[in-house]
């Protein structure tokens, strides 16, 4: 049995990225039955793949993978005790992520990932790249995660995705596999390059067809005053900017949206009220009415979730625009200033149902009102 530290860590160390690193291993010459007898837990569904209880952490038996079906999933393998390092890291999908590290600290290099590093080039392994149709989204991702860096797809790879496009292969990806690579992309600053790079690759429309327009707006517009919130940040800043070239507004599509896309409640939760708020701004002229603002309000459940609001109204800040800056200033002052008034059983005796949210509303709006004038 010997044991190598592989992918990830190694690319990101060799970049000098900071740690620490998600450590990844394989494992030559051993089986199941070895692997479980040392105390290792079994996790992997389709791969042998165990983790270790004492560290947490991963380690797979090396294995040869070759196509049997379509999609992620579309893989016969052999994980045999007499497959070897090499022949595992040929499997792979960028020469970068097949660089290895012995238990003296010698690297392995059979393709040359270290070159590719300092040339800073995406560049496939093998041509058995094109059969798993993922690696379109990892490509693009990875020219997001390391776009400090300056990296470039090698000419004869983006020929390989160019297949994979053609092919129908993307198709059968998962939703949530999708969406994994997503998120993932989501966390790095330049998430924009991205859905960029997959616009450019022609992927697009057959990964996301629910964000069609988005090479229009990337071309004409910055994300860059994003790069720093939270992926549900960036998120809406997508269905944002997408809204702005499309007939229909996206926000009465979002539910149906995530239906195709899976991503998660609070995804869509924050870009309704994003959209919902960004038109109101939009469509009001000059300066804002007492009911433009108390829509927004709203809008954003602010009563219930002021910190909702809030964070609502700092994601608008970010656009940069000094009339929308004074906008949003407005609207906070006005909040604060109605966000005590609230239901008392003397002030509204008498009074059921709809009759009390009218007069609330009445009064919330006079007092807003009161601070425009």
Request: aromatic share 8%; charged share 30%.
């Given at each position: 049995?010997?044991?190598?530290?592989?992918?990830?860590?190694?690319?990101?160390?060799?970049?000098?990225?900071?740690?620490?690193?998600?450590?990844?291993?394989?494992?030559?010459?051993?089986?199941?039955?070895?692997?479980?007898?040392?105390?290792?837990?079994?996790?992997?569904?389709?791969?042998?793949?165990?983790?270790?209880?004492?560290?947490?952490?991963?380690?797979?038996?090396?294995?040869?993978?070759?196509?049997?079906?379509?999609?992620?999933?579309?893989?016969?393998?052999?994980?045999?005790?007499?497959?070897?390092?090499?022949?595992?890291?040929?499997?792979?999908?960028?020469?970068?992520?097949?660089?290895?590290?012995?238990?003296?600290?010698?690297?392995?290099?059979?393709?040359?990932?270290?070159?590719?590093?300092?040339?800073?080039?995406?560049?496939?392994?093998?041509?058995a790249f094109k059969d798993d149709p993922l690696r379109?989204?990892?490509?693009?991702?990875?020219?997001?995660?390391?776009?400090?860096?300056?990296?470039?797809?090698?000419?004869?790879?983006?020929?390989?995705?160019?297949?994979?496009?053609?092919?129908?292969?993307?198709?059968?990806?998962?939703?949530?596999?999708?969406?994994?690579?997503?998120?993932?992309?989501?966390?790095?600053?330049?998430?924009?390059?991205?859905?960029?790079?997959?616009?450019?690759?022609?992927?697009?429309?057959?990964?996301?067809?629910?964000?069609?327009?988005?090479?229009?707006?990337?071309?004409?517009?910055?994300?860059?005053?994003?790069?720093?919130?939270?992926?549900?940040?960036?998120?809406?800043?997508?269905?944002?900017?997408?809204?702005?070239?499309?007939?229909?507004?996206?926000?009465?599509?979002?539910?149906?949206?995530?239906?195709?896309?899976?991503?998660?409640?609070?995804?869509?939760?924050?870009?309704?009220?994003?959209?919902?708020?960004?038109?109101?701004?939009?469509?009001?002229?000059?300066?804002?009415?007492?009911?433009?603002?108390?829509?927004?309000?709203?809008?954003?459940?602010?009563?219930?979730?002021?910190?909702?609001?809030?964070?609502?109204?700092?994601?608008?800040?970010?656009?940069?625009?000094?009339?929308?800056?004074?906008?949003?200033?407005?609207?906070?002052?006005?909040?604060?200033?109605?966000?005590?008034?609230?239901?008392?059983?003397?002030?509204?005796e008498g009074l059921e149902g709809d009759a009390i949210?009218?007069?609330?509303?009445?009064?919330?709006?006079?007092?807003?009102?009161?601070?425009?004038?």
């Open positions: 049995m010997q044991i190598y530290l592989v992918g990830g860590a190694i690319r990101d160390r060799l970049l000098g990225l900071p740690a620490p690193f998600e450590q990844d291993w394989v494992v030559v010459g051993s089986s199941p039955e070895e692997m479980e007898s040392k105390g290792f837990v079994k996790v992997g569904k389709s791969f042998p793949v165990y983790i270790d209880p004492k560290t947490s952490e991963e380690y797979a038996l090396a294995r040869t993978e070759s196509k049997s079906g379509h999609g992620y999933h579309g893989f016969d393998f052999d994980a045999g005790p007499e497959i070897t390092l090499e022949e595992d890291l040929l499997r792979r999908d960028l020469t970068i992520n097949a660089i290895a590290e012995d238990e003296m600290g010698n690297l392995l290099d059979p393709y040359n990932g270290i070159a590719d590093l300092e040339n800073r080039v995406l560049r496939h392994v093998s041509v379109v989204l990892r490509v693009a991702r990875f020219m997001s995660k390391l776009n400090s860096f300056g990296f470039s797809i090698a000419d004869e790879t983006k020929e390989l995705i160019s297949e994979i496009v053609n092919s129908g292969e993307l198709d059968y990806l998962v939703p949530e596999r999708v969406w994994l690579e997503t998120e993932k992309a989501l966390h790095t600053e330049s998430f924009d390059l991205y859905f960029k790079t997959l616009c450019d690759l022609n992927a697009i429309n057959d990964i996301y067809p629910d964000l069609n327009g988005i090479d229009q707006v990337i071309a004409n517009s910055s994300l860059t005053a994003y790069k720093n919130v939270s992926p549900e940040l960036k998120l809406a800043s997508l269905f944002c900017a997408v809204d702005t070239v499309r007939d229909e507004n996206v926000v009465d599509h979002l539910d149906e949206i995530q239906n195709r896309i899976k991503f998660p409640n609070s995804y869509k939760s924050f870009a309704k009220s994003a959209l919902r708020t960004r038109k109101i701004l939009n469509e009001s002229r000059g300066n804002l009415s007492a009911d433009d603002i108390y829509e927004i309000i709203q809008a954003t459940d602010a009563f219930r979730n002021p910190e909702d609001f809030i964070l609502i109204m700092e994601f608008h800040k970010l656009a940069d625009d000094g009339d929308l800056k004074v906008k949003i200033r407005m609207i906070v002052d006005a909040f604060d200033s109605c966000k005590e008034i609230g239901y008392d059983k003397k002030s509204f949210k009218e007069k609330l509303d009445a009064q919330r709006i006079e007092k807003i009102n009161s601070i425009l004038k």
